[in-house]
């Protein structure tokens, strides 16, 4: 069993900030590339940002220079440090990871339950 559980959404202002974070647990024997995902209202899921194992980052165009990802490998965590928040960045938040499972072979893809972030005013 594996579980990705997320935490650090809440209301902001504009301008504000907010860091999520997310912790990998369960029978887990190595995690490949992280990110996060949003969605919001009416809207698909989209990428925000992802992050290998190594380290390498990519993100989407409306958060670069805003968004961070980071990751702690020793506690299969990830983080999104998120600044200068706008109102478009409201949405449900998602973890994600491909990791492989002890005993099990092969690479699988897991979601988190979601954290609600919104930017108001």
């Known amino acids: 069993q594996v579980q990705l559980v997320e935490s650090g959404g809440g209301l902001v202002q504009p301008g504000g900030s907010l860091r999520l974070s997310c912790a990998a647990s369960?029978?887990?024997?190595?995690?490949?590339?992280m990110g996060w995902y949003r969605q919001a209202p009416g809207r698909q899921r989209e990428l925000v940002a992802r992050i290998s194992s190594r380290g390498s980052t990519n993100y989407a165009d409306s958060v670069q220079g805003r968004f961070t990802i980071s990751r702690d490998n020793a506690k299969n965590t990830v983080y999104l440090q998120m600044n200068s928040l706008k109102l478009e960045d409201t949405a449900v938040y998602y973890c994600?990871?491909?990791?492989?499972?002890?005993?099990?072979?092969?690479?699988?893809?897991?979601w988190g339950q979601g954290t609600q972030v919104t930017v108001s005013s």
């Open positions: 369960g029978s887990i024997f190595s995690i490949n590339a």
């Open positions: 994600n990871a491909d990791l492989q499972r002890v005993g099990v072979r092969g690479v699988f893809n897991y």
